[in-house]
């Protein structure tokens, strides 16, 4: 039997290991990152090159925390350059299925999504104003 929203949602605000562990996989360029593994070892350039939008730092930031984390791994190839890849670890495919699932989720919906953003917004234009 799995647990009820409530139960999770207890769990997390209770334990801020999950809160922490929620926020580095939920975060945007983690999800990105774990996808890509997904798909086999990357280097760092291939990394970059195919996650619009995100910093040299940023990505750094986010490989190393994925590799604390025990999701990647990083591997250095004594070449000159040195050659550096990064691949999903066994508890890392595991985060494959949800991301994906998420992934999966947010192309059925954002047709939606921005649908219900456009009404908001049009509802809400006077209350920015007088803010």
Not at 27 to 32: I, R, T, Y
Request: aromatic share 4%.
């Amino acid at each position: 039997m799995s647990p009820s929203h409530s139960e999770i949602t207890h769990s997390a605000d209770a334990c801020p290991a999950v809160r922490e562990v929620l926020n580095r996989v939920g975060d945007k360029w983690s999800v990105q990152v774990v996808r890509l593994l997904g798909d086999g070892p990357k280097r760092f350039s291939e990394l970059r090159r195919a996650i619009e939008g995100i910093s040299q730092r940023m990505l750094t930031l986010t490989l190393r925390g994925l590799e604390r984390d025990g999701l990647i791994t990083r591997t250095v190839e004594p070449t000159i350059p040195p050659k550096v890849e990064y691949e999903l670890t066994k508890l890392g495919q595991t985060l494959l299925v949800p991301v994906m699932a998420l992934a999966q989720w947010a192309l059925d919906n954002r047709t939606k999504i921005h649908t219900a953003q456009q009404k908001y917004d049009a509802r809400n234009a006077g209350r920015e104003e007088a803010a």
